[in-house]
């Protein structure tokens, strides 16, 4: 049974970690792909093993989470609509 004193550690903190988490991703995105290039010479097997591993794992994951990834790709969708169309009613 999850911890009610850590979920709403986890709610109150998601922005604070969702910002940390896309920083560190744009900070180590450059060594990633040079590790890649490098392997791609040194190990090509190895490296594609790698990415069909990851491509089947982010196919699981996605019809496992379908129904909510489509639900948040909405509401993005709809926040960016209802932005634009402020932005322009406001203009005329």
Known sequence: MPDPKKQEYYRKNRE???????????RTKPLFERRDEI????????????KRDKSKYNHAYYLR???????????????????EYDRQTKRT
């Open 16 to 26: 604070a970690r969702l910002s940390y988490q896309r920083e560190y991703y744009h």
């Open 39 to 50: 392997m791609a010479e040194l190990e090509p097997e190895k490296l594609e093993k790698r």
């Open 65 to 83: 989470n379908k129904e909510h990834i489509k639900k948040r790709r909405d509401e993005a969708r709809l926040k960016l609509w209802n932005a």
